[in-house]
């Protein structure tokens, strides 16, 4: 059974940057997208951002300019590179992996915690 495992989430002040990472254990299949969710206190879990597993990357409105999200096809790994971060972006942020077969479930990570406060 394949795990993903989040790293890299701590405590910056605003306007710093941290880099997650999601590593999955067990690579016994390549994923179709993967992705970034993050849940803020007292708000659903949201997306941040996809990528497909030909590299196209989507990103919702509030960190486009801000996140890049990347990916090691090989390894079955995501990163989530964050700059100029906002106290906004304050939440446990999950790593997600979507199967290539239709009908199988998402695998998801479970979370780090990226806190953004002076």
């Known amino acids: 059974q394949v795990h993903l495992v989040e790293s890299g989430g701590g405590l910056v002040q605003p306007g710093g940057s941290l880099r997650l990472s999601c590593a999955a254990s067990?690579?016994?299949?390549?994923?179709?997208?993967m992705g970034w969710y993050r849940q803020a206190p007292g708000k659903e879990r949201e997306l941040v951002a996809r990528?497909?597993?030909?590299?196209?990357?989507t990103y919702v409105d509030p960190v486009k300019g801000r996140f890049t999200i990347s990916r090691d096809i090989a390894k079955n790994m995501v990163y989530l590179k964050m700059n100029s971060l906002k106290p906004e972006d304050t939440a446990v942020y999950y790593c997600?992996?979507?199967?290539?077969?239709?009908?199988?479930?998402?695998?998801w990570g479970q979370g780090t915690q990226v806190t953004v406060s002076s």
């Open positions: 997600n992996a979507r199967p290539i077969v239709v009908g199988e479930a998402d695998l």
């Open positions: 067990g690579n016994i299949f390549t994923f179709n997208d």
């Open positions: 990528i497909s597993r030909f590299g196209s990357a």
